[in-house]
């Protein structure tokens, strides 16, 4: 995948900490970045995920009551 880069201004005590940590965990300050970037924007997605499977035990019964569901809890096909 191609890189590009990006600059960013922080904190003197926000760097120092990017830095600690990427050298504690033996990796690039870059690479530390870019993790946390890709754990934060995967975290958005298990929140949404997680959020969707509340809503659906939420309003199971409706759902089961508008569309009906099989013996496996299965919804069953319009008729």
Known sequence: MAKTQLNV???????????????????????????????????????FVDAAADFMKQYESVFAEEFGTDTEGRRRPVE
Not at 9 to 18: I, K, L, Y
Not at 19 to 32: D, F, K, T
Not at 34 to 44: I, S, T, Y
């Open 9 to 47: 201004r922080v904190e003197e005590g926000t760097a120092r900490a990017a830095r600690e940590r990427a050298l504690a965990q033996g990796v690039s300050v870059n690479r530390y970045i870019e993790d946390l970037v890709r754990r934060d924007a995967g975290e958005q997605g298990r929140t």
